[in-house]
Structures are given as C-alpha cells and as structure tokens.
C-alpha cells in the first residue's frame, strides 16, 4: 500500500456572499490530488454511532462536513490521528493506506465524500489485523 502522502486538512474556496457562501471543489484545483471518480454522502447518522472502520488500498478520499460536525480517526498502524470537521469550506484528505472511522456525529450532520475511485470493495480492508499485516507494522 502506498503511504507516501498524510492526511491533512485542506482549505477550500470561499466565495462570500451575503446571499449565503459558496464553497466548490473540482478536478485540477491544487487541493484535489486525484480525479474524483465518484462522491457519496452519509447522513441521518444516530447519536453514539460510529462510520467506517476500514481503509483503502488504492482509494483517496476528502471529506467535507456539509452540515453539522463529526470527528474522523485515522491510524496508520502505529498511532491515531484526531480531526473534528466542522466547516463546510474545509476538507479532510485520506489518502491510501489509512484506516479511518467516523464518530461524535452531530444531529443533522452530512459527511461527504469525494472519492478517487468508483466503488470496489476489493480496495477495502475490513479487517485489522489484515491491515496491520499489510501496513507491515506488525513485522
Ligand atoms: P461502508 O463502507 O460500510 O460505509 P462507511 O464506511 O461509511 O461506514 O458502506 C456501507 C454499504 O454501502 C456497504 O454495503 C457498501 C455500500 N456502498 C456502496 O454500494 N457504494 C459506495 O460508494 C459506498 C461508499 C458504499
């Protein structure tokens, strides 16, 4: 798997308006690092669950909290990273090789998901101690 690049939060266009703020994201902006292949969004999530719980062998993803906020956990088989989403206009870049859950949802929140790959669930690894083995941290 390739880990070369980290995650990081990534600052989105602003347009501001005092009919309501745009924000927009599209293939060639600096802050894209792939082709998005597809998107797709969670929402109506219960309070105390948690999201994901797998990581991507090729796949890249940004997420954006649309609406509301939600925590993401990231672990790249050594330690946890911790990002509280809460703006419409920022993003959380993952790329390949990272497991990532989703929780601390708040009522109403909509976490979207650009992808860089149409939906495989050959990329996913579901399972940790899969993960650890191919993250080579458990040689
Ligand atoms: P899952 O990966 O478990 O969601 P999350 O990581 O957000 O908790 O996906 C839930 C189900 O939805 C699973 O059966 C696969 C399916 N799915 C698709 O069919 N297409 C998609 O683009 C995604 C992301 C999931």
Redesign the pocket.
């Known amino acids: 798997m390739e880990k070369s690049l980290n995650p990081a939060i990534v600052e989105l266009p602003r347009i501001y308006d005092p009919r309501g703020n745009l924000t927009f994201i599209q293939t060639g902006d600096s802050q894209l690092p792939f082709r998005i292949e597809?998107v797709?969004w969670?929402y109506d999530v219960p309070a105390g669950e948690?999201?994901?719980?797998?990581a991507h062998i090729e796949g890249q993803e940004i997420l954006v909290a649309t609406s509301g906020s939600f925590r993401v956990n990231i672990f790249d088989g050594r330690s946890w990273r911790h990002f509280i989403l809460n703006r419409p206009y920022q993003g959380l870049y993952i790329p390949a090789g990272y497991w990532?859950t989703?929780d601390d949802f708040s009522s109403g929140s909509v976490?979207m998901?650009l992808?860089s790959t149409?939906?495989d669930?050959d990329d996913?690894i579901?399972d940790m101690d899969r993960f650890l083995k191919i993250s080579g941290v458990d040689e």
Not at 50 to 54: E, K, L, P, S, Y
């Open positions: 597809r797709f969670t948690t999201r994901g719980g797998h990532r989703m976490c998901v992808a149409i939906y669930e996913y579901r």
